[in-house]
């Protein structure tokens, strides 16, 4: 019995590595790892511990199984937070970092925001949160690299 528990704990592990999101934190790496695998940029802007929308994306969207999995194959997914409770704080490096890709790619300031990027870091696109399926969301982040 405890062989059987073992293994299958071992295979959900298994699962959900498979499955998991590799987010990017440094856009010289996303731009790398994207001209080697001739794969866009999903560079997303967010409060992950503060902004309803984002948190509601994250969950609606970027957590999905269906959404993670396309993901791997097809994008490079580069995450720039903006988390507010000290318990949340990003490095200094890491914050100085995001504030300036949202320089460059967020203006305005705007949360959640999604830029899809070509591999040398050329806006192709923009979007933000949807009430829409992973699937919805898929097609039309698609729709700028066409």
Not at 33 to 56: N, R, T
Not at 109 to 133: A, H, I, M, Q, R
């Amino acid at each position: 019995m405890k062989k059987v528990i073992a293994a299958l704990i071992v295979m959900i592990v298994s699962i959900n590595t498979i499955i998991a999101q590799e987010w990017q934190t440094d856009i010289n790496v996303a731009k790398e790892i994207a001209s080697k695998e001739s794969k866009p940029i999903i560079l997303v802007f967010q409060g992950s511990d503060w902004c309803a929308p984002c948190i509601k994306l994250d969950r609606e969207i970027w957590s999905t199984d269906t959404f993670k999995k396309y993901a791997k194959e097809n994008y490079i997914m580069l995450k720039a937070d903006f988390p507010r409770r000290k318990k949340n704080a990003l490095s200094e490096v890491q914050t100085k970092a995001n504030a300036l890709l949202a320089e460059k790619y967020n203006k305005q300031g705007f949360f959640p925001f999604v830029v899809v990027l070509d591999s040398n870091g050329k806006v192709l696109g923009e979007s933000s949160y949807k009430k829409t399926t992973p699937e919805n969301y898929i097609k039309e982040l698609n729709a700028f690299t066409k």
